[in-house]
């Protein structure tokens, strides 16, 4: 019997003496890491446009000259934009010129975890990065696209392999145009364990591929979970470049961005005790049972005073 225990003994020192050699150069990298600072004017997505003038059954974009006119009359000064393509960046670049409005992010699709499909995909953001430098812009949000939209499916090890390493290409090369590539999530992502979602972070090195926090997806995601959302603030806030913002009540997305679901104001002081100050861009979107009492102009007036009194401990 004492044999078995002093056994069992020398099998526990040992298992703890490999998790602390495994762990150490892992929490020394996360202890010495430069984190960035983007220092940018808050910004508004284009799907929140997208949301709003679907309910009124007009379409976003649709007139270019109209729809940058209507953002700059919110005294939101920076686009965010969804791009397909670097022609979709000429035909947006003189009406973001005319109205004085900045890009400092944009947002593009990307399918990752194929390797024939992600070669393509790469070579297509990469020509809209050539256009989008010439703007000003600084970091690239990509949201890997899932298998299908919607769908159950979830990926596999081999595809979630190949979408890491994919990943991390991309952020390579958008390096050396001088361009951050902020790796985004939906809810898909945190099904199974969050396992895509950590196989992505897990398997990219900081250094190319940031964070860009989308922070009501991940509650969402999580089974409307304010602890999942500031533990996974607590895991990567280091690599986090850019918030997605949107909020609540009573697990629907309001109307406008204020107090609700998750608490922001916590949040915002969290940044400031890690010193993260990241791009902050509104995507305070409407869905079905949201309320309907303002347009989108309306809307994004008050979500840009609402977020700089919330957010006022980075700001």
């Known amino acids: 019997m004492q044999t078995i225990q002093k ?4 099998r526990r020192q040992f298992l703890n003496t490999l998790a602390v050699i495994s762990a ?3 929490l020394t990298s996360f202890k ?4 960035k600072s ?4 808050i910004s508004c997505n284009a799907y929140n446009w997208f949301t709003f003038y ?3 059954n007009k379409q976003w974009a649709a007139d270019l000259d109209k729809c940058m006119s209507e953002l700059s009359q919110t005294g939101i000064t920076a686009y965010e934009p969804g791009l397909e393509s670097a022609e979709d960046v000429k035909k947006l670049a003189p009406f ?3 109205y004085n409005i900045s890009m400092p992010s944009v947002y593009v699709n990307s399918v990752l975890h194929k390797a024939n499909e992600a070669e393509k995909s790469i070579a297509s953001v990469l020509a809209i990065a050539d256009e989008v430098v010439k703007l000003g812009t600084k970091i690239v949000v990509t949201n890997p696209s899932p298998i299908k939209w919607g769908g159950p499916e979830l990926k ?3 595809e979630l392999s190949v979408q890491a390493q994919s990943m991390e290409k991309l952020g390579i090369e958008l390096k050396k145009k001088g361009l951050t590539l902020a790796y985004h999530t939906h809810d898909v992502e945190l099904r199974a364990g969050a396992r895509e979602f950590h196989h992505v972070l897990q398997n990219t090195s900081p250094e190319n591929v940031s964070f860009c926090f989308d922070i009501h997806w991940v509650y969402r995601g999580s089974a409307d979970s304010q602890v999942a959302v500031f533990d996974v603030l607590k895991m990567y806030g280091s690599r986090v470049v850019e918030l997605h913002i949107r909020q609540s009540v009573g697990g629907i997305w309001s109307e406008t961005f204020g107090d609700g679901d998750i608490d922001y104001r916590r949040f915002a002081n969290e940044l ?3 010193k993260i100050r990241p791009h902050l861009v509104i995507e305070q979107c409407i869905e079905d049972k949201t309320p309907n009492t303002m347009d989108g102009k309306q809307a994004h007036i008050k979500d840009l005073a609402m977020i700089k009194e919330i957010f006022k401990p980075i700001l």
């Open 7 to 10: 056994m069992n003994s020398k």
């Open 272 to 274: 400031k005790t890690l």
């Open 54 to 56: 679907g309910r009124q």
């Open 38 to 41: 983007f220092n940018f004017p």
């Open 156 to 158: 596999n090890d081999a």
């Open 24 to 26: 150490a150069p892992l």
């Open 96 to 98: 973001l010129k005319k």
């Open 32 to 35: 010495n890491k430069e984190k």
